[in-house]
């Protein structure tokens, strides 16, 4: 998988994943400080994800047509983006959130391919 053909269904697959070897070992923010270079995060730090946007996100991911998993830029169409939100039972800036961290991703394993 490269930057280029990461799609949403990688993606969730990857926060699944996340999420359930953060469940086992106490949360996300202790599952983090088990990473190298997160072991120094002091314990009030902000996260910029947390377990509950991990629950919200398998929302969104629900009320995506297989389309829209598979070409997440169909998801830059604003009424794609509120009829994701509208069947998720959560506000657009969820769906903003989690395509920012989508494209955050694909940005990061871009530049890891190159290096």
């Avoid at 919200?56 to 629900?62: A, T």
């Amino acid at each position: 998988m490269d930057g280029a053909t990461l799609t949403l269904d990688d993606f969730r697959s990857h926060l699944r994943m996340l999420r359930e070897m953060s469940d086992r070992m106490g949360g996300l923010r202790a599952f983090l400080r088990t990473m190298p270079g997160c072991e120094q995060m002091p314990g009030d730090a902000p996260l910029r994800l947390d377990e509950r946007d991990l629950v919200r996100f398998d929302g969104v991911f629900d009320s995506m047509t297989g389309e829209e998993r598979s070409d997440p830029d169909l998801l830059l169409d604003a009424p794609r983006r509120s009829r994701v939100a509208r069947g998720a039972g959560l506000p657009v800036a969820t769906v903003d959130s989690l395509l920012v961290h989508f494209y955050g991703t694909r940005r990061g394993v871009r530049k890891l391919r190159r290096s």
